[in-house]
C-alpha cells in the first residue's frame, strides 16, 4: 500500500474517533484535544487529518498504529456502554422488547465480525 491509503484510513478512523468522542455539535475541536489526552495522538496531527488532508504525503507508522489503537479502543469502550445500555433497558422494559431483541442482535453480530 502507498502512503495515501494509509493516511485515508487514518483520517476515517480519526473522524470516527472524533464523532464518539463529541458531545454534540461544535465539540470537534473538544473531542480532539481529549483523544490527545486519552491516547496519545498529536491534537496538530487529527487536526490536519480532519481539515488538510490534501496536505499531508505521508505518515509514520508509529502515528498509523497509535490512531489505530486508539480508534479499537474506543469502539471497545463503546460496545461495553452499549451492553450497559442494554442490561439497563432490560431491568426497565423486559427482554422481550423490540428494541432489546434488535440491540442484543447488532451486538451479537458486531461480536462475530471480531
Do not use: H
Not at 489526552?37 to 496538530?44: A, K, L, N
Not at 489505530?68 to 471497545?76: L, S
Not at 469502550?77 to 452499549?82: G, S, W
Request: hydrophobic share 35%; proline share 1%.
Amino acid at each position: 500500500m502507498n502512503d495515501a491509503v494509509y493516511l485515508d484510513q487514518a483520517a476515517i478512523w480519526s473522524k470516527d474517533l472524533t464523532r464518539m468522542k463529541a458531545r454534540g455539535p461544535g465539540d470537534t475541536e473538544n473531542a480532539m484535544r481529549q483523544i490527545e489526552r486519552e491516547y496519545g495522538v498529536d491534537y496538530g496531527f487529527l487536526w490536519s487529518l480532519r481539515y488538510r488532508r490534501d496536505r499531508l504525503r505521508t505518515i509514520s507508522i508509529s502515528v498509523y498504529e497509535s490512531i489505530r489503537a486508539a480508534y479499537r479502543a474506543e469502539c471497545a469502550a463503546q460496545m461495553r456502554k452499549l451492553e450497559n445500555e442494554i442490561k439497563r433497558t432490560e431491568e426497565i422494559a423486559g427482554s422481550d422488547v423490540n428494541s432489546v431483541r434488535s440491540a442484543k442482535a447488532l451486538l451479537q453480530q458486531s461480536v462475530g465480525k471480531d
